[in-house]
C-alpha cells in the first residue's frame, strides 16, 4: 500500500507524463519492449516537463521512479525496472540548495501506528550525492522501520565523522571492490561503543545500506557483498561508556571461527565416541560399521522432526474437523447468541467451558477477527486448550496460540524442525540454511535446486534434492521445503514479513500486525532438542555430522567431502573432519599400507660388502627423496614403489631404517610447512609420501631393525 503522500507525488508526475505522445507511448509499452536506456529517457521526459519548484520535483521524480520500480518483470536488457531507476537516480545530482533525502518513518505507540518525515542532509555530513549513501537510501522502502532509522543515523554520524568513512560514502558501488565493502562495515564497527545494544546499531545500519540496487565493480550486488558481514559482540568485562572496539571484521571472522574450533560441546563428541568401539578386520569394514554408527546417529534426529512435521499436520486434520462440525451441543444457546453478535465469552467463562466447546470458541475465533492477520498480546485464553497445549512447543498459553494459526503458518516447533531437515541434508552451515529465501528456491522436476549463500565469503552453495524413494533424506527435505514455501506464500499474503528468508515464524505477543522475523535459532533449538529428548548439540554440529558422514560413507574419500563442504582447498576440509572420526579410523589406513608393504618388503641384514650384488645396490639409493624440493618424479625407493601401486619388491637395510627415522621425525615437526608452501604439491607428492612413511616405521618396530627405531627416537 503506497503512502497518501507518495501516491500524490506518484499521481503529479503521471500526468505530467501523459501530456506528451513520448509519455503516453511508453507507459503504453510491456516492460519487455523497453530497454534501461528508453526507461532512462522516460525518467529525463517527466523531470523536463515538470514546471514546479526543484525541490518539489527531485520529490515527485522520486516518487514516480520508486512506483514504477514496483514492476516485477524485466525489461528488454535484461535489467530490472528497480535497477534502471536507481542508476538514472543515482546519477542525477539533487538541487545545488537540497543536498538532502527525505525519509518518511513510522512507528506504534500505544497500538497506534504514527509516521514522521526525517531528512538526511549530506552537505552536514560532508558527503557527496551520488555514492553508496546516496544509492542506499534510493533504494529504501517508505515508508522506514522509526527505530532503525534512528540507529542508522546515529552509527553514520560517527562513520562520516571518519575521512575514510566519508571518503567510502561519497564513491559510487560501481568503482568498489568487495573489500571496500568490508573495509567500510569493519570501520562502522570499530567506531561503536561497548554497550549491549551495539549489535542492534550495527545490523541496522546494515540494513538500510543493504537497500540499495547497485552494483560493485565486479558485478557483484551490493547487497548480496554486505550479507554477511558482523559486528564484534559485546563484552561486559570490557564495557566502559564510550570506549570503541577497534578490531576489523576480518578479525572477528576469523577469531569467531578459530573460537568454534576449539570449543567443541561434549555431547558432539559422545556422538563419535560409540567409533572407538568398532572392530574391524580391514578398512572396508571399518568404514562400513562407522557408516552405519554415524547413520544411526543423524536418524535420530531426521526421525524426530519428521514426528514434529506429522504432528503438525494431524493438528491441522483435527482442526478442520472441529470448524467443519460446527459449535457442539455443551454450547448455550445465550453463549453462542452473544458470541454471533460479537461478544467474546470472558476468561472466567471460558475456564468453565468444556474443552470441545473451548476449542470451537478460539478456532472460529481466530478465524472470524482474523487473528492471523492482525492479533493481541493477550492470549491468555488459548492456554485452557488442552487440545492446543499438547501440540504446542512449551506449555504455555503463547505456543497454545502458536498452535491455533497452524491452518495458516508453520509453528515454531515444525520451523525448526524442517531447519534441522536441510541443515543435515545440505551440510551447510547454519548461517547458509538461513538466507535460503523463496526466490533462491526452484522447482526441478520431482525435487528442488536451492541456493544459499556462504556469510564468511559471499560465494553461492547449490544442492539439489528430489523426492525418491532410494533416497530418504532427499524426500524428508523436499517435505520441509514444501510447508516453508506454503508457510512463506501465506506470510506474504496475511503478516508483515521483516526477513527474506523461509524460516520466518510469527512473532506471537504483538499487538497490531502479524510479524514474521527471523527466530534465535539457538534458544528454539536447544528448547526443541529439550521437548523431544535428544541428545544437546549446537547449530554447528550438524554440519560436523553430515561431512563426517560423507567422509566415511566415501571410504575416506576427502575429495567427495570438499565438493559436499563447498571448501575451496582441502585443508579447509580436513580441518572439518579433524576429530575423534578421524583418530578412530587413522589406524586402518596405516594398516593397509603395512598390510602391502610387508608383501613386498626384503630386509637386508647383516654386514655386507659393496659390490654389485642387487643387496648391494639396495645400500647406495636413497629411500626418499634429498630434499623436500627435490623433483617430482625422483628416484627414491618410495617414490618408486607408490608408482608400482605397490607391485615392487622393496628391499630395506640399515641404512633406510635410519633414514626412515629421520624422515618420520621431520615430517612431524614441517607438516604445516610443507601444507602452506605449496598444497597442491603435497596433495600430489607429500601426502603419499607420508602415509608409506608412517606405515614403515610402524613395520621396523616389529622387523629385525627395531633396535634401531628404538635407538634413533631416543637419540633424534
Known amino acids: 500500500m503506497l503512502p497518501e503522500i507518495?501516491?500524490?507525488?506518484?499521481?503529479?508526475?503521471?500526468?505530467?507524463?501523459?501530456?506528451?505522445?513520448?509519455?503516453?507511448?511508453?507507459?503504453?509499452?510491456?516492460?519487455?519492449?523497453?530497454?534501461?536506456?528508453?526507461?532512462?529517457?522516460?525518467?529525463?521526459?517527466?523531470?523536463?516537463?515538470?514546471?514546479?519548484?526543484?525541490?518539489?520535483?527531485?520529490?515527485?521524480?522520486?516518487?514516480?521512479?520508486?512506483?514504477?520500480?514496483?514492476?516485477?518483470?524485466?525489461?528488454?536488457?535484461?535489467?530490472?525496472?528497480?535497477?534502471?531507476?536507481?542508476?538514472?537516480?543515482?546519477?542525477?545530482?539533487?538541487?545545488?540548495?537540497?543536498?538532502?533525502?527525505?525519509?518518511?518513518?513510522?512507528?506504534?505507540?500505544?497500538?497506534i501506528e504514527t509516521s514522521s518525515l526525517r531528512v538526511v542532509n549530506l552537505d552536514v555530513l560532508g558527503i557527496k550525492a551520488g555514492g553508496l549513501l546516496s544509492e542506499a537510501l534510493l533504494g529504501a522502502p517508505d515508508p522506514l522501520l522509526g527505530v532503525d532509522f534512528y540507529r542508522f543515523t546515529s552509527l553514520l554520524s560517527r562513520v562520516s565523522a571518519v575521512e575514510e568513512g566519508r571518503r567510502l560514502l561519497s564513491t559510487p558501488a560501481v568503482?568498489?571492490?568487495?573489500?571496500?565493502?568490508?573495509?567500510?562495515?569493519?570501520?562502522?564497527?570499530?567506531?561503536?561503543?561497548?554497550?549491549?545494544?551495539?549489535?542492534?546499531?550495527?545490523?541496522?545500519?546494515?540494513?538500510?545500506?543493504?537497500?540499495?540496487?547497485?552494483?560493485?565493480?565486479?558485478?557483484?550486488?551490493?547487497?548480496?557483498?554486505?550479507?554477511?558481514?558482523?559486528?564484534?559482540?559485546?563484552?561486559?568485562?570490557?564495557?566502559?561508556?564510550?570506549?570503541?572496539?577497534?578490531?576489523?571484521?576480518?578479525?572477528?571472522?576469523?577469531?569467531?571461527?578459530?573460537?568454534?574450533q576449539l570449543q567443541r560441546d561434549d555431547s558432539q563428541r559422545g556422538l563419535l565416541d560409540s567409533l572407538k568401539f568398532i572392530s574391524a578386520s580391514d578398512d572396508s569394514e571399518a568404514y562400513d560399521k562407522a557408516t552405519q554408527q554415524i547413520r544411526a546417529q543423524m536418524d535420530t534426529y531426521l526421525i524426530a522432526c519428521e514426528q514434529v512435521l506429522n504432528e503438525q499436520r494431524e493438528c491441522v486434520e483435527r482442526m478442520d474437523a472441529i470448524l467443519s462440525g460446527g459449535p457442539p451441543s455443551t454450547v448455550t444457546r445465550q453463549l453462542l447468541k452473544g458470541y454471533r453478535n460479537g461478544i467474546i465469552p470472558s476468561y472466567d467463562t471460558m475456564q468453565r467451558l468444556p474443552q470441545d466447546a473451548l476449542d470451537w470458541f478460539l478456532l472460529s475465533f481466530v478465524h472470524n477477527e482474523q487473528m492471523f492477520s492482525h492479533g493481541t498480546s493477550k492470549n491468555r485464553g488459548f492456554g485452557l486448550s488442552v487440545f492446543l497445549s499438547n501440540y504446542g512447543f512449551e506449555p504455555t498459553a503463547g505456543y497454545a496460540f502458536d498452535v491455533a494459526l497452524s491452518q495458516?503458518?508453520?509453528?515454531?516447533?515444525?520451523?525448526?524442525?524442517?531447519?534441522?531437515?536441510?541443515?543435515?541434508?545440505?551440510?551447510?552451515?547454519?548461517?547458509?540454511?538461513?538466507?535460503?529465501?523463496?526466490?533462491?528456491?526452484?522447482?526441478?522436476?520431482?525435487?528442488?535446486?536451492?541456493?544459499?549463500?556462504?556469510?564468511?565469503?559471499?560465494?553461492?552453495?547449490?544442492?539439489?534434492?528430489?523426492?525418491?524413494?532410494?533416497?530418504?533424506?532427499?524426500?524428508?527435505?523436499?517435505?520441509?521445503?514444501?510447508?516453508?514455501?506454503?508457510?512463506?506464500?501465506?506470510?506474504?499474503?496475511?503478516?508483515?514479513?521483516?526477513?527474506?528468508?523461509?524460516?520466518?515464524?510469527?512473532?506471537?505477543?504483538?499487538?497490531?500486525?502479524?510479524?514474521?522475523?527471523?527466530?534465535?535459532?539457538?534458544?528454539?533449538?536447544?528448547?526443541?532438542?529439550?521437548?523431544?529428548?535428544?541428545?544437546?548439540?549446537?547449530?554447528?554440529?550438524?554440519?560436523?555430522?553430515?561431512?563426517n558422514y560423507t567422509y566415511v560413507a566415501g571410504g575416506g574419500d576427502i575429495v567427495a567431502t570438499q565438493i559436499r563442504a563447498g571448501h575451496a582447498s582441502l585443508a579447509t576440509t580436513a580441518r572439518y573432519i579433524r576429530g575423534r572420526i578421524q583418530a578412530e579410523l587413522h589406524d586402518s589406513n596405516i594398516r593397509r599400507y603395512m598390510r602391502i608393504l610387508a608383501k613386498s618388503i626384503l630386509w637386508v641384514t647383516g654386514r655386507k660388502q659393496l659390490d654389485n650384488t642387487e643387496e648391494s645396490k639396495a645400500a647406495r639409493r636413497l629411500l626418499f627423496p634429498l630434499s623436500p624440493h627435490s623433483a617430482e618424479k625422483s628416484d627414491s625407493a618410495a617414490d618408486a614403489w607408490l608408482a608400482s601401486i605397490g607391485e615392487m619388491r622393496l628391499e630395506i637395510t640399515e641404512s633406510d631404517a635410519i633414514h626412515c627415522c629421520y624422515q618420520q621425525k621431520f615430517y612431524e615437526k614441517n607438516l604445516r610447512f610443507l601444507i602452506s608452501f605449496n598444497e597442491n604439491r603435497f596433495l600430489e607428492y607429500h601426502l603419499a609420501r607420508i602415509v608409506f612413511c608412517a606405515a614403515l616405521h610402524r613395520l621396523l618396530k616389529e622387523s629385525p631393525f627395531s633396535y634401531i627405531v628404538r635407538r634413533k627416537e631416543f637419540d633424534i
Open 6 to 111: 507518495m501516491f500524490y507525488r506518484v499521481s503529479g508526475a503521471l500526468r505530467t507524463a501523459l501530456e506528451s505522445k513520448f509519455g503516453r507511448g511508453m507507459l503504453s509499452k510491456p516492460p519487455e519492449h523497453i530497454s534501461s536506456k528508453d526507461l532512462r529517457e522516460l525518467l529525463s521526459h517527466v523531470s523536463n516537463l515538470t514546471s514546479d519548484d526543484s525541490r518539489d520535483k527531485a520529490k515527485r521524480l522520486r516518487a514516480f521512479a520508486k512506483a514504477l520500480s514496483l514492476c516485477p518483470r524485466p525489461l528488454s536488457d535484461g535489467m530490472s525496472v528497480a535497477e534502471a531507476a536507481s542508476d538514472f537516480l543515482t546519477l542525477k545530482r539533487l538541487p545545488a540548495h537540497g543536498n538532502y533525502f527525505e525519509v518518511t518513518t513510522r512507528a506504534r505507540v500505544n497500538g
Open 175 to 260: 568503482l568498489q571492490e568487495a573489500s571496500h565493502v568490508y573495509r567500510l562495515f569493519a570501520l562502522a564497527d570499530s567506531l561503536l561503543p561497548n554497550f549491549k545494544s551495539r549489535s542492534d546499531y550495527f545490523n541496522s545500519f546494515k540494513k538500510v545500506m543493504r537497500f540499495s540496487l547497485a552494483h560493485l565493480k565486479s558485478g557483484q550486488y551490493f547487497a548480496d557483498a554486505a550479507y554477511g558481514v558482523r559486528c564484534h559482540p559485546f563484552k561486559e568485562s570490557d564495557h566502559t561508556e564510550g570506549n570503541a572496539s577497534p578490531v576489523s571484521e576480518q578479525v572477528v571472522l576469523q577469531k569467531k571461527e578459530d573460537a568454534d
Open 408 to 547: 495458516f503458518y508453520l509453528t515454531h516447533s515444525s520451523m525448526i524442525a524442517c531447519f534441522i531437515i536441510l541443515a543435515i541434508t545440505t551440510g551447510w552451515n547454519g548461517s547458509t540454511v538461513a538466507t535460503l529465501s523463496p526466490s533462491r528456491i526452484r522447482k526441478t522436476g520431482s525435487g528442488y535446486r536451492m541456493t544459499g549463500i556462504k556469510t564468511k565469503t559471499n560465494q553461492l552453495q547449490q544442492e539439489e534434492i528430489e523426492e525418491i524413494e532410494s533416497r530418504t533424506d532427499d524426500k524428508l527435505a523436499c517435505r520441509a521445503i514444501e510447508l516453508l514455501l506454503w508457510h512463506n506464500k501465506n506470510v506474504d499474503l496475511f503478516a508483515e514479513r521483516r526477513t527474506e528468508s523461509v524460516f520466518c515464524p510469527m512473532r506471537l505477543k504483538f499487538d497490531g500486525p502479524r510479524i514474521a522475523n527471523l527466530p534465535r535459532f539457538d534458544r528454539t533449538l536447544l528448547a526443541f532438542l529439550k521437548a523431544n529428548n535428544l541428545p544437546r548439540i549446537t547449530i554447528r554440529d550438524y554440519r560436523n555430522l553430515r561431512l
